[in-house]
């Protein structure tokens, strides 16, 4: 099947004359229709050694739903790390390559089996103490690793997403940045110029250099790319609101109100341009030494019930934000990028009543959503929300790294 389409291309061309409650109900038709005809991205076979505490394993996967029960500390998230790894060539935990290595051993290697596109898809992974780590599709090595982002899309849910909630805003900018990068290469292209620019600023800040022909010229250089990164943060945002919202309701049901606003530093400034703030920020700067505005400082505005949700919410209902987040995001990219991206769901059911998990699952078991992987530390809650499903899955049983199949 060669058919790739920009859903929303389609449906917002098609039905921009209508308006109301009809049209939101005609797109979500329209949008599950063609998710039929979205490509499946499967991992099919996973080869292990030496990552983290995992020092050998053989997986293969079910195409819907894997689950891996365990207590913790015993490697469940270890392997969805290196899942997510193969995607960015970096560790969700945030772990440096060093760490990720088996304690004792020199190097690490990881070898995928994909579907992808409907296209049989490989990558091999190799990595070495005091070496350039190497990573491989088809055969092929990567020249650079930032080729590779967006290229095998996935969204990762895990406990430490309530950082995107309390955490400081360049945690939210982090996943802000990684989302829209595996849509828009441009946009990854222009963080990467803008980054080198920055540090350029800062240089000459720490240095005391009072020479503006130099600042005028990185300065340039920082409000080209600027004005792309805003403007396209600012269309995701508006894009995701709406998808967060729905997944939120969904999730929680309609007695609360949430939201989430893209927060501009060169907006806030009330400068026309960045050049135009960064000019008159440059006697502070010089200061402090380094550069106080720009798409380096945006953050993101989450409201629960119109109240900054870092005060006011409820350890059930920040859980329940970032789910619906996630899941948002990968409603996003899979209409971004015509495949259904891998999802791994790391332990994300504590703290949620049955209502709340059960919705979950049906949201993501349905026909919208691909592959799944899920962990969670009792057998009787994993069984229990598996036998809600109906669909075809496989379990693992997880000691020390070692994965035994368990029967369904």
Not at 23 to 45: D, R, S, Y
Not at 193 to 206: D, H, V
Not at 214 to 230: F, K
Not at 306 to 328: D, H, N, Y
């Amino acid at each position: 099947m060669k058919l790739v389409l920009s859903c929303d291309l389609i449906y917002v061309s098609t039905f921009q004359a209508i308006v109301g409650q009809r049209v939101v109900l005609m797109q979500a038709k329209i949008w599950k229709f063609f998710c039929k005809f979205a490509f499946e991205m499967q991992l099919i076979h996973l080869s292990l050694t030496n990552f983290k505490n995992i020092a050998e394993a053989q997986l293969d996967f079910s195409p819907k739903i894997n689950c891996f029960l365990g207590n913790n500390g015993m490697g469940k998230s270890n392997l969805l790390d290196a899942i997510h790894y193969l995607s960015f060539c970096k560790s969700f935990s945030g772990m440096t390559d060093a760490m990720l290595m088996r304690r004792g051993e020199d190097f690490l290697t990881a070898k995928a089996n994909y579907l992808r596109r409907d296209t049989p898809e490989e990558l091999t992974l190799g990595m070495a103490r005091g070496k350039r780590k190497s990573l491989r599709r088809g055969g092929k090595e990567y020249t650079r690793l930032s080729d590779h982002i967006g290229t095998f899309p996935l969204v990762m849910a895990a406990p430490q997403d309530i950082d995107l909630i309390r955490g400081s805003g360049e945690e939210r900018r982090r996943w802000m940045d990684m989302v829209i990068s595996q849509s828009d290469r441009r946009y990854l292209d222009a963080l990467i110029r803008y980054a080198s620019a920055l540090e350029q600023r800062n240089r000459l800040l720490r240095d005391g250099s009072v020479d503006h022909t130099l600042y005028e010229a990185v300065e340039l250089t920082m409000e080209m790319s600027a004005e792309y990164i805003c403007r396209a943060r600012q269309t995701w945002i508006d894009t995701l609101s709406g998808l967060f919202s729905r997944y939120y309701h969904a999730i929680a049901g309609e007695g609360e109100s949430v939201g989430i606003v893209y927060n501009s530093s060169v907006a806030d400034s009330g400068a026309p341009t960045l050049g135009a703030a960064l000019d008159n920020a440059r006697r502070h700067d010089e200061i402090v030494r380094h550069t106080s505005v720009g798409p380096h400082r945006d953050d993101i505005g989450m409201t629960l019930d119109e109240m900054p949700l870092r005060r006011t919410g409820s350890q059930g209902q920040c859980k329940t934000f970032t789910i619906a987040l996630r899941l948002a995001q990968y409603d996003f990219l899979h209409r971004a990028t015509s495949i259904r991206p891998l999802l791994l769901l790391d332990d994300i059911f504590d703290k949620l009543d049955r209502d709340r998990v059960a919705r979950i699952m049906k949201l993501v078991t349905a026909d919208e959503f691909g592959q799944i992987f899920i962990t969670d530390t009792n057998r009787e809650h994993l069984d229990d929300i598996m036998s809600g499903t109906g669909g075809h899955y496989r379990m693992w049983h997880v000691v020390d790294g070692a994965f035994k199949p368990l029967a369904e």
